[in-house]
């Protein structure tokens, strides 16, 4: 009979190391089903309360301890969530041995055996990275009712390269749609995606820095021009906020960043 727990993985950053490590030490574990949730960027006192909230509803969901890894530098953050009904493991400083005992159940000698991520998981990022590259660069509209998220954004915003890792990575269903100049002078969302603004997620950039990756493309072009950069993400913004879309600036972010901020802010689910 297989056991039901449930894992956190809990992180004031991305969360990729603490899933990462905790994901491998459970794989060695037979006979559990391990329910994973990652929670990034538990950076406050006030995110760390809601953290214990959703353990503890986990933990008696489960009739059993959650079991969180976690990658927290703050030793004030990590106290709160540590007196929640939970098992904890700082994936720094512990590996298999307290895991062993708390699973009451010596780990298997089989390297590389994870259970926990089947050919579904496979399965789901294949079709993903699939509807990513189909709906790129406002291809094909006519999909947007099976995405999890669309990005919208002037040229050269991030957009493509985030909807590929959230299909790589999360199996998530991403597209995205360039909002032009002529959409950016009406201040009126395109007619083609007006019906899912409820899917809408925002990306803009610092102009100096999207001027750059614009030279890159076309060098000395009106296109690439400063003047034309903080125009395209002035008025972009304000339809943003006009439109009550939600955004983030991507200047300083890596693409595993965006991605992750973009998940926790659209309350996106991963699918793999």
Known sequence: MTT???????????????EALGMSLLSRFEGFEFERITLPYVDSVEKANETVEKINEASLRNDAKAIIFDTLVDDRIRSIIASSNCFMIDVFAAFLGPLEQEL????????????????????????????????DDGARTRYYNEADVILVGVSRSGKTPTCLYLAMQYGIKAANYPLTEEDIDDQKLPASIKSFKQKLFGLTIEPDRLSLIRNERKANSRYASMKQCNYEVEEVELMYRRERIPFMNTTHYSVEEIATRIMVQAEIKRRC
């Open 4 to 18: 039901k727990r449930t894992a956190f993985f809990v992180s004031d950053g991305t969360g990729i190391t603490s």
């Open 104 to 135: 009451g159940q010596q780990p298997s000698d089989r390297v590389g055996r994870n259970k926990i991520t089947e050919n579904r998981g496979y399965d789901h990022r294949i079709s993903a990275i699939s509807y990513a590259l189909d709906n």
